[in-house]
């Protein structure tokens, strides 16, 4: 059985995990298994930069980003030290973050310098307060659900896990997570409603 690109074998505890695999064969040079994890991963990792960044031709720079550095790098990842999936999703949340505050410096700089007008300057100003307070909203009540819809929705939305990865990573049904994870949603709804 396979789940999310980590095969189970109902009579052993060791889930073979198929992205490691693909990385050390990335690792010896192999071209076939970089475009195998590719095709596999390109669409959860593409979907966690457009989330981080909101700009697609960007999230689409980024992505490339992200191959490159895996096919240049995958000499680095050790399955001893964790799953493939989680090593590939990290860099790409490292890139995509560090791709927005490359932006937000150049933004900065800019400003600093007087190369916008004013009325750019206003609305880049207003729209990171905006973006800020949003955020600062979202932890608030992020904070004021129990702990486990808490987990539920901080590893999907900011982990870029699926249900049934959480449901692996938490050792819960996918039931369980799927009801966690609406539940949480609808007492965020109700406690943005709130604070606003």
Same mark, same amino acid.
């Given at each position: ?20 695999? =693909? ?6 040079? +192999?071209?076939?298994? %970089?475009?195998? =994890?590719? +095709?596999?991963?390109?669409?959860? !990792? ?6 981080? =960044? ?12 992200? %191959? ?17 999936? @989680? ?9 995509? !973050? ?8 150049? @933004?900065?700089?800019? !400003?600093?310098?007087? %190369? ?12 990171? !307060?905006? =973006? ?20 539920? *929705? @901080? ?13 692996? *990573? ?17 007492? *965020?709804?109700? @406690?943005?409603?709130? *604070?606003?």
């Amino acid at each position: 059985m396979v789940i999310d690109n980590v095969e189970v074998d109902e009579h052993s505890d060791d889930p073979v995990d198929h992205v490691a695999e =693909l990385l050390l064969r990335i690792a010896e040079g +192999d071209q076939r298994a %970089f475009a195998e =994890l590719y +095709d596999m991963l390109s669409g959860r !990792v593409f979907g966690l930069i457009l989330r981080v =960044l909101v700009d697609r031709s960007h999230s689409e720079e980024v992505l490339q980003e992200v %191959f490159l550095e895996i096919w240049q790098s995958a000499r680095r990842f050790s399955p001893k030290k964790g799953q493939g999936r @989680t090593w590939v999703l990290t860099m790409t949340h490292r890139r995509a !973050v560090d791709r927005v505050r490359s932006a937000q410096a150049s @933004t900065d700089r800019d !400003v600093r310098v007087g %190369f916008r007008d004013l009325d750019v300057a206003f609305d880049a100003v207003s729209e990171d !307060v905006e =973006l800020r307070w949003e955020g600062r909203r979202v932890v608030e009540a992020l904070r004021q659900l129990p702990e486990i819809q808490r987990e539920a *929705l @901080t590893l999907a939305y900011y982990g870029g896990y699926s249900q049934s990865e959480i449901a692996a *990573l938490t050792g819960a049904p996918l039931g369980t997570i799927k009801t966690r994870m609406r539940d949480g949603l609808s007492r *965020l709804r109700t @406690t943005m409603g709130a *604070l606003a």
